[in-house]
């Protein structure tokens, strides 16, 4: 028993300052605070991720790292099967061990667990039961070691809500047996899946979510009309992406990997992968022969990259960290966020172009539904089809003072990017410079964006949690009637 303890001791690792490099808003709570005032103590959130803690961060991290501020907070997350080889966006060093789980602290009241490697098949429904339920035993023991020692005489043991962006997890819930399931729908997830036994996982377990789940959030109008009805509540509290509140406005530096370029500078930013609409970034490369279409983001689709890489004019960058995202989208003088049509487009509420607007620079989109009853719509141009495509990236660009009022291909004259000097080889779109950082449109696109501040959206979700608590503190777990969880 002496050696198991000191195992999980070694288990837990810190950087130098105790806290994640990357991980903002994590505070300590107020000194003056009991927790276990009253009797009462802040329930252990087990968040199950479908991100590393490490890796670019979303909405996941962004609102743990907030909540952690006052609750404590286990952040799962994810696997693969032991069959696999370590995935490409797994951070270096992190990667899940083959048969045990590793915990590792990431701040005051913040936790990372990694389980360890998956069975081979674990999203055909009779091993995924099994995995699932394995799992949740492993989680009911980290909840369990991280209350050693920290049990107050005067309270009794933490309550533990299980909060799902994986809702596979919904299947642990017999086995870790939390108080309280929180669902929080980012996408329409069966969409995702590719072979028909995982599309039956996925489409029941977000089936179960939604009707288990105390409490269900989702990023988009669009999934909530759709399941909302589904829900113990019966609607779904729709909290939308963001953008890093200290990205909107910030002045970027041209990256190195643009000088030399020329212009236009038409932008993309995200995973390469199969749900891009690579016609569209084609017809952009092939009028704008003049210009360069730079990608930025991981390749997950390498036969779509290749169909990238063969026009002479486009740049596949790859990933870039997260810090320098500000910087090349800041520079570029069009941002594109082309989904194809289906089921993922319907429902995606991307990142990206959150960021965009937070640079206030132009951007052209698909057709998204999700993002149509948003305030910031207004500053998206929607279009289908390479042909309308294509001419909303010339609005944009005209709009700027980019581009000439010709047939789409950019003229040639020297000139330079914002903040960039002009270098041997460029040649810039029509003489001018793109409107500067503080122009009124760009400010507008800026200003559009500050209530999509992921600061903002994290106080919303905790309005809404709170008030869910005093709801559930009124009426306890234990004492609801059938039609609840089992």
């Known amino acids: ?18 806290h994640a490099e990357n991980a903002p808003g994590i505070v300590p709570p107020p000194a003056d605070r009991v927790e276990h005032e009253a009797g009462r ?103 369990e070691r991280l209350e050693e020692g920290t049990r107050a005489k005067t309270a009794g043991p933490r309550p533990v809500w299980l909060w799902l ?52 959030f989702t990023t988009s109008s669009l999934l909530a009309e759709k399941h909302g009805a589904a829900t113990r509540e019966g609607c779904m509290h729709v909290v939308p992406n963001g953008v890093r509140g200290e990205w909107i406005a910030r002045i970027p530096r041209i990256p190195e990997e643009l000088h030399g370029r020329p212009r236009p500078w038409i932008g993309f930013l995200g995973a390469v992968f199969r749900y891009l609409d690579y016609d569209l970034l084609v017809a952009a490369a092939r009028a704008y022969p003049g210009g360069t279409l730079v990608v930025v983001g991981p390749v997950e689709d390498p036969a779509g990259a290749a169909r990238l890489a063969a026009e002479p004019n486009v740049a596949l960058l790859g990933r870039c960290p997260q810090e320098r995202v ?94 960039a000097q002009p270098g041997p080889g460029r040649s810039p779109l029509a003489g001018a410079q793109p409107e500067p950082i503080d122009s009124p449109r760009a400010r507008s696109r800026r200003d559009a964006v500050r209530p999509y501040a992921w600061e903002a959206l994290a106080e919303r979700v905790e309005q809404v949690l709170a008030a869910a608590q005093e709801r559930w503190d009124a009426v306890p777990a234990a004492s609801r009637t059938a039609g609840g969880r089992s």
């Open 326 to 419: 500000p910087d090349f989208v800041g520079a570029f003088d069009v941002c594109l966020s082309p989904f194809k049509a289906g089921a993922v487009r319907r429902a995606v509420n991307p990142l990206k172009v959150y960021e965009y607007l937070a640079a206030g620079r132009p951007v052209v989109s698909t057709p998204l539904e999700s993002l149509a009853g948003e305030p910031v719509a207004r500053w998206i141009r929607f279009a289908e089809g390479p042909d309308a495509f294509v001419r909303a990236i010339g609005e944009a660009l005209a709009e700027e003072g980019l581009s000439p009022a010709t047939s789409g291909r950019a003229a040639q004259t020297e000139g330079g990017a914002a903040g």
């Open 1 to 18: 028993m002496r050696a198991g303890r000191e195992r999980a001791r070694r288990s837990v690792t810190r950087d130098p300052a105790g």
């Open 41 to 143: 103590r802040d329930p252990l959130i087990v968040c199950c991720s479908t991100q590393y803690w490490h890796e670019a961060w979303f909405r996941k991290q962004h609102f743990m790292a907030r909540l952690s501020a006052r609750h404590p907070v286990l952040y799962v997350e994810p696997s693969f099967s032991i069959l696999r080889g370590i995935p490409r966006r797994c951070p270096a060093g992190r990667a899940n061990h083959p048969w045990r789980p590793t915990l590792h602290r990431e701040g005051p009241k913040l936790w990372t667990l990694a389980p360890p490697r998956g069975l081979p098949l674990w999203t055909h429904p009779r091993v995924s039961r099994l995995q699932y339920g394995m799992w949740g035993r492993m989680l009911r023991r980290a909840a």
């Open 165 to 216: 962006y994986n809702p596979l997890y919904v299947q642990a819930r017999g086995t870790l047996r939390p108080e309280r399931v929180i669902f929080d729908l980012v996408d329409d997830l069966e969409a995702y899946e590719s072979r028909a036994h995982s599309r039956a996982t996925m489409r029941a377990c977000v089936d179960a979510a939604l009707r288990e789940a105390d409490l269900v």
